[in-house]
């Protein structure tokens, strides 16, 4: 019975590689682009709090290229993405904590920030650099926000989100981006420029 069970999980992880290496192939035949950044904006609420409690996480980060993203980093990225949106309950911080805007590794339970900030905690120590792994506020159809994690890679960027498990280049997900973390520096953000749905309403 272990035996079968083993040989269904083998052909499982098998066919979520063979699927990760088909997205990766498609996502990155086709040229994608890169945030549009300006300057300097206010720092979230939240992660403002959090910092304070964890300064360490809120420093100047060291200013590398977008990341090389090759099938294995990506396979990398799709797993932890799955794993983290599989195992942490979706719920809000005031459902938690009784209060709002309170960022935190989550365990069984978390917000949208947590997951974010549990998946770049992981992907970190896969190897990518703080610098590449950016917090990213959006605003989402119906006028809710939400946070979502943004990985820079030289393929352009990628969405991490506790709402689906589909990886998708920023410019083909359906939110409005506001503003992310700087690659400078972790306890800084900035300004995006998304003119995607001010040109999407002329035509």
């Known amino acids: 019975m272990a035996g079968k069970f083993l040989k269904s999980q083998l ?4 066919l979520c590689t063979t699927l990760a290496a088909s997205i990766y192939a498609s996502n990155t035949a086709q040229a994608r682009s890169a945030m549009e950044l300006a300057g300097r904006t206010t720092q979230p ?15 100047a980060t060291r200013n590398v290229s977008p990341h090389a993203l090759n099938r294995t980093d990506w396979q990398a990225m799709v797993a932890i993405n799955n794993q983290i949106n599989s195992s942490v309950l979706p719920k809000t911080d005031m459902q938690i904590w009784g209060r709002e805007e309170l960022w935190s590794y989550p365990t069984s339970v978390g917000d949208c920030e947590d997951f974010v900030l549990l998946k770049r905690l992981v992907l970190m120590q896969h190897g990518f650099s703080a610098s590449n792994l950016l917090i990213t506020v959006v605003r989402q159809r119906n006028g809710e926000g939400h946070a979502v994690l943004t990985v820079r890679t030289d393929h352009g960027d990628f969405i991490l989100d ?5 990886i998708k280049a920023w410019e083909d997900t359906p939110y409005t981006y506001l503003k992310r973390q700087s690659s400078k520096h972790a306890g800084r953000w900035v300004t995006i420029s ?7 309403s002329v035509r």
């Open 11 to 14: 052909r499982l992880m098998s």
């Open 45 to 59: 609420v939240g992660h403002y709090e959090f910092c304070r409690q964890a300064p360490g996480e809120c420093r």
């Open 162 to 166: 506790n709402l689906t498990s589909e």
């Open 194 to 200: 998304d003119h995607r749905m001010s040109v999407a």
